[in-house]
């Protein structure tokens, strides 16, 4: 068993194997395992729709069954029980777990947990990752677009989230041709990037994205600017057409006002089928942190 906690502990030959096996699950689209099924806890202290549903979709499709914890114990006579024995009694159970604890994630979650292989499901805080929506992400510029070596991308919003922190670290890995960041400056101060991706990321409004295979629109957290400046970062029908006619849009989901009418139902917005291929990666991902293939 092995755990992903971020990207970085994912190796190079991890990160192809990952995937290529996506790429045979989306072929495939099931692949039950021979012998007694595996048990996935989802363990989901803040509320979720997407990665939550998604891994319990990937779990039934690769033929295991699912366990869900939503609240830590505890009662009106009792205090909140600590996050790391709430983990290692659930990881006690069960062969993965996908975890959203409402704090940090770290390697020593990992050891608490033992043998059981523990999925960072989305945490928080100065360093919080997310590195199976990142995976996903990649996975889906590559499918709709090509290898990403080539191409250049622009991320629009509040570069501090989890999702975005977790696909620069992917992009550092593997380095995209450019890559534009369209953020208010109150945000990008906070901004660090690997040296390798810093030296091809270039900042601009979005008048001036340019050239461009892909927008992520990665959005921005509630109450996170005030509204003018919030407005200045928005996927409009104006700032969208202005881009080059095969560029698209991706999104990491929720979008709540990132986006008007117009672009969320513009032919060149494939959000919704990048969230379709998010059950494939995560397939991928319990196949990989087991170090079991399907049969």
Known sequence: MRSLISIDDLTDRDLEAILASARRFRRTRSSPESGPPRLLSLVFLE??????????????????????????????????????????????????????????????DAVIAGPCALINGGDVGPSAQHPSQALIDYFAIEEFIGPVGGLSIAIVGDPRMRAVRSLSALLARRLPKRLTFVADPEHLQELRLPAALAALTAFASWADVGATDVVYVAGIPHGALPQERRDALRATTARTEALPPGCLLLSPMPVIDEMDDYVRTSPRNRMFEQSDLGLFVRMAILEHVTGKRPA
Request: charged residues 25%; aromatic residues 6%; proline residues 5%.
């Open 47 to 108: 509320t979720s729709l997407r990665t939550r549903v998604g891994f319990t979709a990937a779990a039934v499709r690769l033929g295991w069954r699912t366990v869900e914890v939503v609240e830590r114990r505890h009662s009106p006579a009792s205090m909140l029980e600590r996050w790391a024995d709430t983990l290692r009694c659930v990881a006690g159970y069960s062969d993965a777990i996908v975890a959203r604890p409402g704090q940090p994630i770290g390697q020593q």
